[in-house]
């Protein structure tokens, strides 16, 4: 009877370590995001690849305003999202005469999928960005990042010092188990094996304590870059609080974070609308472009 019994617990924890292992592997390869139809956008547009470290092939895009751009914006989509899922936040910079490149992540969009769950994004980031320069497709530039994509934006300030300002929406992550427990919530997942095993890799195989300790020493250094954060008090994915701690440690002369009552995670657009883009336009114009209207605009911001 003893041996059935720890026959059966065995069982028990392999397939609940199985389970959890799983759980980590849907998170990391979401179900792929539909691809606008780039034929139907008003714009002219480049598609281009680059390779990752581990030789996947990575897909990106250039739009291209009607005009002589005046910067280059780098956008980082959200996760599940995809280099043309988040092109309405993109469109007003455009219509300005911004140059707008993005890339979909591995496991995304049109790039390739990787079979484990490894955590590459920062590297691909920097191979995104030299992958511009030999395309030749110049600043000044600032970049841009939705969710977990602002986490992603950010870590484009290690890579070179040619980056003039951030903005990110609903991110950065800074506080991971903060929402892994979330992402387990949201799930419905109370078993604990399956809770043990999907915590442990996420924060530490795949390496999101890292990524958390690099984003902190990475804010410290930041005093010269100008960031703009627009976050919800409501979002419960990434939370509020997460936003505080990256404007607490910032330059407050040059950061500004807009708090939405109302919306909730990747929500602050619908709820703010016109005035969303405004905030955004702004920010690039006194930053990138030096405009004495945009100055203005910006430090009125509260």
């Known amino acids: 009877m003893v041996g059935i019994s720890l026959a059966v617990l065995i069982i028990y924890i392999i397939h609940n370590v199985i389970k959890g292992y799983q ?13 606008i139809n780039e034929n139907n956008l008003p714009y002219r547009y480049r598609k281009f690849t680059f390779q990752s470290q ?3 092939k990575m897909w990106a895009i250039e739009y291209i305003p009607d005009q002589k751009p005046k910067g280059t914006i780098i956008a980082c989509h959200y996760l599940g999202g995809s280099k043309t899922s988040i092109y309405a936040y993109i469109e007003p910079l455009l219509k300005e005469n911004y140059t707008v ?6 496991n995304h969009g049109e790039s390739e999928s990787r079979r484990g769950n490894k955590y590459t994004l920062e590297d691909d980031m ?18 841009m990042g939705f969710s977990m994509g602002a986490t992603v934006a950010i870590s484009a300030l290690d890579i070179t010092s040619e980056i003039a300002a951030v903005m990110v929406d609903s991110g950065p992550l800074i506080f991971v188990k903060e929402y892994f427990n979330h992402v387990l919530r949201s799930k419905k997942v109370k078993e604990p094996i399956r809770r043990i095993v999907f915590l442990f890799y996420y924060l530490y195989v795949i ?8 984003m902190k020493k990475r804010l410290l250094s930041m005093d010269d870059i100008p960031i703009l954060m627009i976050h919800s008090k409501r979002d419960r994915t990434i939370s509020y609080k997460n936003a505080e701690y ?4 910032l330059n407050a002369n040059k950061s500004k974070l807009i708090t939405v009552q109302r919306a909730h995670h990747m929500t602050n657009r619908t709820i703010l609308r016109k ?3 405004d905030y955004v336009i702004q920010f690039f114009e006194r930053w990138l472009v030096n405009d004495d209207k945009a100055k203005n605009h910006y430090n009125s911001i509260k």
């Open 54 to 56: 581990d030789n996947l």
């Open 207 to 214: 390496g999101f304590y890292k990524m958390s300790r690099r």
């Open 101 to 106: 490149v993005s890339f979909d992540y591995i």
């Open 275 to 277: 005035e969303y883009d």
């Open 23 to 35: 759980l980590v592997y849907e998170g990391s390869h979401p179900n792929r995001c539909h691809l």
């Open 246 to 249: 990256v404007y607490q440690t």
């Open 126 to 143: 920097k191979r995104f960005f030299y992958k511009l320069k030999a395309l030749d497709i110049k600043g000044p530039y600032g970049v």
